[in-house]
C-alpha cells in the first residue's frame, strides 16, 4: 500500500507495456544513472481523441467482438481441444481495452497485483492454447512426434507467464 509501490504499478503494471493511468494522477520514480540518485514526478493529463481515432477504435471493438464472437461459435460448435485452443488464444489476445480496467485498480494496489498475476496465468494459457490449435491444425489430430509437446503445453501456463513485469523488470 505504500506510494511507491503505487507508483511503480502505475508504470510497470499491464503486462509491462504501456500504461494508462486515470487523470491527473502524479507517480514519483527513482532514476538512478551513473551513480546518482534523484527522483523525477510525472503527472498524467488526458489526450482527447480526434474523430478519425474514434472511429478507428470503434472499427477495431468492432473487429475484436467479432473475432471472439467467431471463436466462441467454433468453439461451441466443434468441441475439441483444437477449437477450444483457438478460443482460449483469441480471447487473450483480443481482450479490448483492458487499459481502462488496469486505470481503476490502480488505486487498489494488492488487488492489481492479483490481476498482474491472473493475467500472467492467462497469458500462459493463450501461448498454452495457440500451441494446442497450431498441432492440431485442420484435423483436431496431433502428428505422434509432437503429442509430448501438446501434452507439455498446460505445463508451460505457469512457466512460460511474463512474471517479470510484475516485479518491473520485464
Same mark, same amino acid.
Given at each position: ?9 502505475? *508504470? ?12 491527473? *494522477? ?35 471493438? *468492432? ?12 468453439? &461451441? ?14 480471447? &487473450? ?78
Amino acid at each position: 500500500n505504500s506510494k511507491l509501490c503505487g507508483d511503480m504499478l502505475a *508504470i510497470f503494471g499491464g503486462m509491462g507495456g504501456l500504461s494508462y493511468v486515470r487523470p491527473g *494522477i502524479t507517480v514519483t520514480l527513482p532514476i538512478v544513472a551513473e551513480g546518482k540518485h534523484a527522483e523525477v514526478a510525472l503527472t498524467s493529463k488526458v489526450d482527447p481523441l480526434n474523430p478519425v481515432a474514434r472511429f478507428m477504435l470503434m472499427l477495431d471493438e *468492432i473487429a475484436a467482438l467479432y473475432v471472439l464472437l467467431r471463436a466462441f461459435c467454433v468453439a &461451441w460448435q466443434r468441441f475439441c481441444a483444437m477449437t477450444v485452443g483457438f478460443f482460449v488464444f483469441v480471447s &487473450w489476445f483480443n481482450p479490448g481495452q483492458y487499459f481502462a480496467f488496469y486505470a481503476m485498480l490502480q488505486a487498489h494496489p494488492p488487488l492489481l497485483l492479483i490481476q498482474e498475476i491472473l493475467q500472467a496465468l492467462a497469458q500462459g494459457a493463450g501461448y498454452a492454447g495457440f500451441l494446442i490449435f497450431a498441432l492440431r491444425f485442420p484435423h483436431d489430430r496431433t502428428e505422434d512426434e509432437f503429442v509430448g509437446i501438446e501434452r507439455g503445453a498446460l505445463a508451460l501456463v505457469p512457466l512460460h507467464s511474463d512474471y517479470d513485469s510484475l516485479i518491473g523488470t520485464g
